[in-house]
């Protein structure tokens, strides 16, 4: 028997998105409070089984329901991944390296811009050491757990968050993706998880240095309407103007598109067999719904990959070297030996810094090219090389070189986009029965292509709908 957890009950939520929930709100069918009140009451019966909260602000939440709550999405709860400063609160970075950190004086960038679509923060979701693994778990084994299957890992890095969304806490919450984390949890959970063009949202401050932009904020949901509406009132608050406008995207893609596909990623990994079979389902949709779709190969050189490796090791590095530098309460002895194990892989690697930095830089234009040549619009693979696999097989606790490996063939597909800095949505299409677990299909497209990805995704939701985990 498959051993899985929901909060999704008959109260007041029921089984709204974050759209439907913001309308009954604003036509005063329900109130703030009690909103609020059936959120906490979710999150009380099921985080004790998912461990997907690093920190609760139920408290203040309450308090803010009495105040006036402006935006598209006032009144409607979200947890903050725990890389993300908000005032009040200690951000931990999911690293026992923060065990004595202070809350923090000031919100970051991207905080603000949520806060001004009307959301109400509970609290922070849990995430590993600095992001720098694809799955939520931690050395001493308190690791989250999928929803749908509680021996499984939630993926990560914005794990806590995937879980809370699939459990039906909340609708939607914030997550960040520096090589899949917003879109490897939303893989495993069954959820929307849109990586969108680099410069298109607020960062948090944690990226504001980056030598390549790669990690960009965004959110997981569980409808595309919801990541529609997040990203057209995003654009209200910030709109980059070297991108062209996203708007609200409300109807289904209406023109046909060349679609190419692939389930080899870089370095000539090949996804395992279930992930391929959910490939071959997505190509026959896309068919049926008039798409042109033909075979391709991945736009990834071997070096590219080992260059990305770098860009994440050297990450790691910094952190490690100049961490009571960059951050307050900062304890480096406390890091994992992962991130002690990535920090040592780029000073091995440290003379190759000018050529992987230039040749990612680089990789943009690449990726347009590609495009052009072989006259598609989309770009389709699988999110992940194989299946969510079980807690432990990407653990903390094992050594560097086995969590690297395997971290590393896993997660294949989805650091390209990062790399490019174009957009990258994963949706639940398909689902492995047996072990009761989601499989994400990846759709890329050229950069500041957004519009083209959600009206996809629309089209894609409406001819199937993605399988819920309280049928």
């Not at 609290?123 to 509680?150: A, R």
Request: hydrophobic residues 40%.
């Amino acid at each position: 028997m498959i051993n899985k957890v929901h909060s999704f009950t008959d109260d007041i939520l029921g089984n709204l998105d974050a759209v439907a929930i913001a309308t009954l709100i604003k036509n005063k069918y329900v109130s703030v409070k009690e909103v609020l009140e059936a959120t906490i009451n979710r999150a009380e019966k099921v985080n004790p089984h998912i461990n997907a909260i690093m920190t609760k602000d139920f408290k203040r939440a309450l308090d803010k329901a009495e105040k006036n709550n402006n935006g598209f999405f006032a009144g409607i709860p979200i947890f903050f991944k725990d890389l993300t400063n908000i005032e009040g609160l200690p951000t931990y970075h999911g690293s026992e390296a923060f065990a004595n950190v202070k809350p923090s004086k000031k919100s970051d960038p991207i905080a603000k811009q949520i806060f001004s679509m009307g959301f109400i923060n509970l609290g922070m979701s849990t995430m590993p050491e600095f992001g720098f693994t694809c799955s939520t778990e931690y050395p001493d084994l308190t690791n989250t757990k999928n929803p749908w299957n509680l021996e499984y890992s939630v993926g990560g890095s914005s794990g806590g968050a995937g879980a809370l969304v699939a459990a039906g806490v909340v609708p939607l919450a914030h997550s960040a993706d520096g090589g899949g984390s917003t879109r490897i949890p939303a893989a495993c959970c069954g959820l929307v998880g849109l990586k969108a063009s680099r410069g298109r949202i607020k960062l948090s401050d944690i990226f504001a240095r980056q030598i390549i932009e790669i990690c960009i904020d965004g959110i997981v949901s569980r409808s595309v309407r919801d990541t529609a509406h997040f990203y057209a009132e995003a654009e209200k608050y910030y709109h980059n103007k070297k991108l062209p406008s996203i708007g609200l995207v409300n109807r289904p893609l209406e023109k046909k598109l060349n679609i190419g596909f692939t389930h080899i990623a870089g370095q000539n990994i090949v996804a395992d067999k279930a992930s391929i079979e959910a490939l071959d389902e997505t190509t026959k949709l896309l068919e049926q719904l008039g798409h042109t779709v033909k075979l391709v190969q991945m736009p990834v050189s071997d070096e590219m990959v080992d260059y990305f490796k770098y860009l994440w090791a050297m990450n790691a590095f910094i952190v490690k070297k100049f961490g009571k530098v960059l951050f307050k309460d900062f304890n480096p002895k406390k890091l994992t030996k992962l991130s002690n194990g990535l920090a040592k892989y780029y000073w091995a690697n440290m003379r190759k810094t000018p050529t992987f930095i230039k040749a990612l830089k680089h990789s943009g234009e690449t990726y347009k090219q590609f495009l052009e040549e072989n006259k598609i619009d989309v770009l389709l693979t699988p999110t992940l090389a194989h299946l969510t696999p079980e807690l432990g097989y990407i653990g903390t606790h094992l050594d560097f070189e086995t969590i690297f490996s395997r971290m590393a063939k896993w997660a294949c597909f989805t650091p390209f986009a990062n790399a490019t800095g174009s957009p990258s949505l994963t949706l639940p299409l398909q689902h492995y029965k047996e072990k009761n677990l989601p499989i994400g299909m990846m759709f890329g497209a050229g950069f500041g292509q957004e519009r083209l990805l959600l009206e996809l995704a629309l089209q894609l939701e409406e001819a199937k709908p993605w399988k819920k985990i309280n049928e």
